[in-house]
């Protein structure tokens, strides 16, 4: 069974950037849609973006586009979140997520992924 890990989460002030790697163990990464949520507490899981299974296709939600890329690594079985221009509402746990294999179009509905990492904090001070 595949596993998920993120890291690269932290605390920075407005402006900076940080990069989210996920990580997978246990099975191929590769066969997998892959996207990253993020969550405030009292609040629902909120689509980022999202990479196709060869990482020739990415989405984007409004508030991230043009600050954010995903991309992914499937020879290290390695995703990616590169996050610039970060400001305080992007406050958040952030996680990786994939999509069975056999599906291969994107969801921006959190239940429609059955592979979730623990999560890592990102906190932006202003």
């Known amino acids: 069974q595949v596993q998920l890990v993120e890291s690269g989460g932290g605390s920075v002030q407005a402006g900076s950037s940080l990069r989210l790697s996920c990580a997978a163990s246990g099975g191929t990464f590769s066969t997998r849609l892959m996207a990253w949520f993020r969550q405030t507490p009292g609040k629902e899981r909120e689509f980022a973006a999202a990479i196709t299974r060869s990482g020739g296709i990415t989405w984007y939600a409004d508030s991230v586009k043009g600050r954010f890329t995903i991309s992914r690594d499937n020879a290290k079985n390695t995703g990616y979140l590169q996050m610039n221009s970060l400001n305080s509402e992007d406050t958040a746990v952030y996680y990786c997520?994939?999509?069975?294999?056999?599906?291969?179009?994107?969801?921006?509905?959190?239940?429609?992924?059955?592979?979730w990492g623990p999560g890592t904090q990102v906190t932006i001070s202003s």
């Open positions: 997520a994939a999509r069975p294999s056999w599906l291969s179009v994107v969801s921006r509905d959190s239940r429609d992924y059955d592979l």
